[in-house]
């Protein structure tokens, strides 16, 4: 979350590991604003590196717009360089699946999900 949330200020989004519930979800993306859940679905530690499953799913006011947002965090993620963030080494970033909008899972047409892998290593 804290190598995205520069990237969100940019649109009046906000980075999260739960969704808002729906009065304040609602109000922020009528508003205009996006707001990006970030959670971790699994991964291993193997004593050295921790390497996580995580996933990205934007909502903003149009499905659009959540397309962009999500477009734009992809290439984040990808560029990355091996580096501290906030006290994490991060080791790699890596694409899992492209965007995917998937409506049986979500009947909110405007949320657009994304998979990555995340490897962190211990600070020595």
């Known amino acids: 979350m804290d190598l995205l949330q520069p990237h969100l200020d940019e649109v009046n989004g906000v980075a999260v590991t739960w969704l808002p519930v729906k009065d304040e979800l ?3 993306l009528d508003a205009g604003g996006v707001v990006v859940r970030v959670h971790r679905l699994g991964g291993a530690v193997d004593g050295m590196v921790d390497t996580g499953t995580i996933q990205l799913g934007v909502l903003a006011k149009t499905r659009a717009m959540s397309w962009a947002v999500l477009g734009h965090l992809r290439d984040v993620l990808l560029e990355f ?6 006290g994490v080494a991060v080791a790699a970033i890596g694409e899992m699946t492209g965007p995917l909008q998937i ?4 009947p909110d047409l405007r ?13 020595r």
Request: net charge positive.
């Open 81 to 86: 360089a091996p580096g501290t963030v906030n």
């Open 103 to 106: 409506p049986e899972l979500s």
């Open 26 to 28: 609602d109000a922020r």
């Open 111 to 123: 949320l657009v999900q994304g998979l990555f892998r995340v490897s962190c290593r211990k600070i």
